[in-house]
């Protein structure tokens, strides 16, 4: 599965959109773009997918580039409570293709 | 509606002592997954089963056994803790394709 990479943290003000960028330039033609988030000491928290079209949940929007090497989750109006680690995964499906996590974004939305 | 379920949520164990951890999912999800978390380095696959009555190795396998003999189970056995294995353990379980993965709430082991 292609390699991701994501700034170490980030803040936002509460109310505020936050884009989240992640970086993903060896993505392959079948792979997905997931993004999960870990709210502290909770169990991971799926959020979103895509494969090449935009998409958009009652969650957040995940915007993909064109060339797909890049994307950005956004979270239109951030609260407190959406400060957590989220994760930029890129996956293929199969039977035994996996999630691996990386070190992730912090994302620290102040009052 | 549980999602999934992990117990025990806390646990300290003795070195060479063994326990099983266990998950429950009520989806009917075909695909469940235990990774392991430490600090500053993310979450880590150990096993993972693709359906009632399989399992593989995931990226960190050593130490560890699992079963899966209900489909609504998985099993996380430790023969003889080790302070290394002092961890957060997560299940997940998952439809399979491109579907999410729902993850339990962990269980906080100790070793000592």
């Known amino acids: 599965d292609a390699k991701t990479t994501q700034p170490t943290s980030m803040d936002c003000a509460e109310g505020r959109a936050a884009n989240l960028p992640c970086n993903h330039s060896?993505?392959?033609?079948?792979?997905?773009v997931y993004w999960y988030r870990q709210i502290h000491s909770q169990g991971p928290q799926y959020i979103i997918h895509?494969?090449?079209n935009n998409e958009t949940n009652e969650m957040a929007s995940l915007i993909i580039t064109e060339d797909r090497k890049s994307s950005t989750l956004i979270l239109p109006h951030a609260t407190l409570r959406d400060t957590a680690v989220y994760y930029c995964?890129?996956?293929?499906?199969?039977?035994?293709?996996?999630?691996?996590f990386g070190k992730g974004i912090t994302l620290s939305v102040r009052p | 509606n549980a999602g999934v379920t992990q117990t025990p949520k806390f646990r300290v164990l003795k070195t060479g002592q063994s326990m099983t951890l266990l998950c429950a999912q009520d989806?009917?999800?075909?695909?469940m997954y235990w990774y392991r978390q430490d600090p500053g380095m993310g979450l880590r696959l150990i096993h993972y089963?693709?359906?009632?009555?399989?399992?593989a190795k995931g990226e960190v396998p050593d130490g560890y056994n699992v079963s899966r003999l209900k489909k609504q189970n998985f099993l996380l056995g430790l023969e003889s803790a080790a302070p290394s294995q002092t961890s957060v353990y997560f299940c997940?379980?998952?439809?399979?394709?491109?579907?999410?993965?729902?993850f339990g709430s962990g269980t906080r082991l100790t070793v000592v």
């Open positions: 997940a379980s998952s439809y399979g394709g491109i579907n999410g993965y729902t």
């Open positions: 060896t993505i392959s033609g079948n792979e997905y």
């Open positions: 895509g494969l090449k």
């Open positions: 995964i890129v996956r293929r499906t199969g039977a035994n293709s996996k999630l691996t």
């Open positions: 989806m009917n999800h075909e695909y």
């Open positions: 089963s693709v359906g009632e009555g399989t399992t």
